[in-house]
């Protein structure tokens, strides 16, 4: 039942704001797993495969299952919509879909663009680069071979731990994390609600503009307020504030426990207590 009405949703959004964005070339390519509980009653989590694709000026950090049906909707509608139709009975995603964000990091100009889903739309702001104020400790260990050093630093709500690549020239990492002297293989809150794992890496030479979507443009602000009135009562919001109003019916509706216990948590940006 779930999966008609996400089908059904996904044909219909309409046009907000359709921009591409100047071609921009990736010269790396990394891989990630990223685990985070999205039900803190029962502990359960979702498993998702991001990319961090970058160069020395900018990066692209995004999650693979969800970059290719974007691109596969604004390129072939028609495979797009019978790709979902089949979603009923064939599994499309390689990962859980929970991890939905793009962030897009310029560090020229110091600035980041950061696109998300909330309910059925899409909303995209552009926001400073975070001067983090990471604290560099004296613990030590191998990832994936590699020699990493331990960092910690608190951001937006939550105490972080980051492991970065000590031989590294690079400077960034997964989400919105980076400024570390070298590239971040792990990170995660304290309480592992959110975790970043380094997967693999390999060079390439592929796009890393924004993609073609359907948003809103607002501010970093406006996206958390909404944000916050979401994960309050899901329910509410889908049914009153969302472009496309849902009903759920009455209370008896399975369909009404099952979203509500996906969003037993809170984002990764915490803005109340």
Request: proline share 3%; glycine share 2%; aromatic share 12%.
């Given at each position: 039942?779930?999966?008609?009405?996400?089908?059904?949703?996904?044909?219909?959004?309409p046009?907000?704001?359709?921009?591409?964005?100047?071609?921009?070339?990736?010269?790396?390519?990394?891989?990630?797993?990223?685990?985070?509980?999205?039900?803190?009653?029962?502990?359960?989590?979702?498993?998702?495969?991001?990319?961090?694709?970058?160069?020395?000026?900018?990066?692209?950090f995004?999650?693979?299952?969800?970059?290719?049906l974007?691109?596969?909707?604004?390129?072939?509608?028609?495979?797009?919509?019978?790709?979902?139709?089949?979603?009923?009975?064939?599994?499309?995603?390689?990962?859980?879909?929970?991890f939905?964000?793009?962030?897009?990091?310029?560090?020229?100009?110091?600035?980041?663009?950061?696109?998300?889903?909330?309910?059925?739309?899409?909303?995209?702001?552009?926001?400073?680069?975070?001067?983090?104020?990471?604290?560099?400790?004296?613990?030590?260990?191998?990832?994936?071979?590699?020699?990493?050093?331990?960092?910690?630093?608190?951001?937006?709500?939550?105490?972080?731990?980051?492991?970065?690549?000590?031989?590294?020239?690079?400077?960034?990492?997964?989400?919105?994390l980076?400024?570390?002297?070298?590239?971040?293989?792990?990170?995660?809150?304290?309480?592992?609600?959110?975790?970043?794992?380094?997967?693999?890496?390999?060079?390439?030479?592929t796009?890393?503009?924004?993609?073609?979507?359907?948003?809103?443009?607002?501010?970093?602000?406006?996206?958390?307020?909404?944000?916050?009135?979401?994960?309050?009562?899901?329910?509410?919001?889908?049914?009153?504030?969302?472009?496309?109003?849902?009903?759920?019916?009455?209370?008896?509706?399975?369909?009404?426990?099952e979203?509500?216990?996906?969003?037993?948590?809170?984002?990764?940006?915490?803005?109340?207590?």
């Amino acid at each position: 039942m779930y999966q008609k009405l996400l089908v059904f949703i996904l044909t219909i959004i309409p046009n907000y704001s359709i921009k591409a964005q100047n071609s921009l070339k990736a010269n790396k390519e990394i891989r990630y797993c990223v685990t985070s509980i999205i039900d803190t009653v029962t502990n359960r989590v979702a498993t998702d495969t991001c990319h961090l694709r970058l160069n020395p000026d900018v990066s692209l950090f995004f999650n693979q299952d969800d970059f290719k049906l974007d691109s596969l909707r604004h390129n072939d509608f028609s495979k797009w919509t019978e790709m979902m139709s089949n979603s009923l009975s064939k599994k499309i995603r390689n990962g859980d879909g929970n991890f939905t964000c793009i962030v897009q990091k310029d560090f020229k100009q110091r600035r980041y663009t950061f696109e998300d889903r909330i309910s059925t739309d899409r909303f995209r702001y552009v926001d400073s680069i975070p001067t983090y104020k990471w604290e560099i400790i004296k613990e030590f260990k191998l990832i994936a071979g590699r020699k990493c050093q331990k960092a910690i630093m608190t951001y937006m709500g939550r105490n972080y731990v980051a492991w970065f690549e000590i031989n590294s020239n690079l400077h960034d990492g997964p989400w919105k994390l980076c400024g570390l002297p070298g590239l971040i293989l792990e990170a995660y809150d304290l309480k592992r609600e959110y975790v970043f794992t380094y997967i693999d890496e390999y060079s390439t030479d592929t796009e890393m503009s924004l993609p073609t979507s359907k948003h809103y443009n607002i501010d970093k602000s406006t996206f958390l307020k909404q944000q916050t009135e979401f994960y309050k009562n899901p329910i509410s919001y889908m049914e009153q504030n969302s472009t496309i109003k849902i009903k759920f019916g009455n209370s008896q509706n399975p369909m009404r426990d099952e979203l509500s216990n996906n969003y037993r948590h809170k984002p990764l940006e915490i803005t109340t207590k």
